[in-house]
């Protein structure tokens, strides 16, 4: 008997638990799951962004999708500042908020114009940059960059459908098939 050749996007990789802590859209009886590890200053990512949102709007409840954080250490770019940004708007309840604003390139990722994004946003300002400054999160930043890394995780973006990593590209054309057959869709 022959055996079947998996297809590439769909090669089975540790499971891939969600966590109280993650970021999380969507419901978690949602048909399929997509974890995308993102840098908030890459362009890649910034273009996959778009592409996640469209999809987002085409498989409605059918999808969850959950965003970490993989980004590059202080020294190499703003990157984890970015990220850090995000993570004190959570700590205020509005994680999505500046997630979206960052990557639709409302906010650059340097404290003058991230603190302008929090206050537009409606945050408190002196909690956000008291909590930049002391890097209150950063320790949870570079906790996702590792579990990305354990998973094999080079560069972001990159996407788990259902814990099987999506290794082909990460245009429309291709991750929206893949999610609508891991969710049974005809």
Same mark, same amino acid.
């Given at each position: #008997?022959?055996? &079947? &050749?998996?297809?590439?996007?769909?090669?089975?990789?540790?499971?891939?638990?969600?966590?109280? $802590?993650?970021?999380?859209?969507?419901?978690?009886?949602?048909?399929?799951?997509?974890?995308?590890?993102?840098? !908030?200053?890459?362009?890649?990512?910034?273009?996959?962004?778009?592409?996640?949102? $469209?999809?987002?709007?085409?498989?409605?409840?059918?999808?969850?999708?959950? !965003?970490?954080?993989?980004?590059?250490?202080?020294?190499?770019?703003?990157?984890?500042?970015?990220?850090?940004?995000? =993570?004190?708007?959570?700590?205020?309840?509005? !994680?999505? =908020? #500046?997630?979206?604003?960052?990557? =639709?390139?409302?906010?650059?990722?340097?404290?003058?114009?991230?603190?302008?994004?929090? &206050? =537009?946003?409606?945050?408190?300002?002196? &909690?956000?940059?008291?909590? #930049?400054?002391?890097?209150?999160?950063?320790?949870?930043?570079?906790?996702?960059?590792?579990?990305?890394?354990?998973?094999?995780?080079?560069?972001?973006?990159? !996407?788990?459908?259902?814990?099987? #990593?999506?290794?082909?590209?990460?245009?429309?054309? $291709?991750?929206?098939?893949?999610?609508?057959?891991?969710?049974?869709?005809?």
């Amino acid at each position: #008997m022959k055996k &079947k &050749k998996k297809n590439k996007s769909q090669a089975r990789w540790p499971e891939v638990p969600i966590s109280p $802590t993650d970021h999380v859209r969507g419901s978690p009886l949602a048909k399929v799951t997509l974890i995308g590890y993102g840098d !908030f200053s890459s362009p890649d990512c910034t273009r996959t962004y778009r592409t996640v949102k $469209t999809i987002q709007k085409k498989m409605g409840s059918r999808l969850r999708y959950v !965003f970490r954080s993989f980004s590059q250490p202080l020294e190499f770019s703003n990157s984890e500042e970015a990220a850090e940004a995000a =993570e004190c708007a959570s700590s205020q309840g509005k !994680f999505w =908020e #500046m997630h979206d604003r960052m990557f =639709e390139n409302r906010c650059a990722s340097d404290e003058l114009h991230l603190a302008r994004c929090a &206050k =537009e946003l409606g945050l408190d300002v002196r &909690k956000f940059r008291r909590q #930049m400054s002391r890097h209150a999160h950063l320790a949870r930043i570079r906790a996702s960059r590792r579990s990305g890394v354990r998973l094999g995780v080079v560069r972001a973006p990159a !996407f788990f459908i259902n814990s099987s #990593m999506h290794e082909s590209s990460f245009g429309l054309a $291709t991750l929206l098939p893949a999610l609508q057959a891991a969710a049974g869709d005809p």
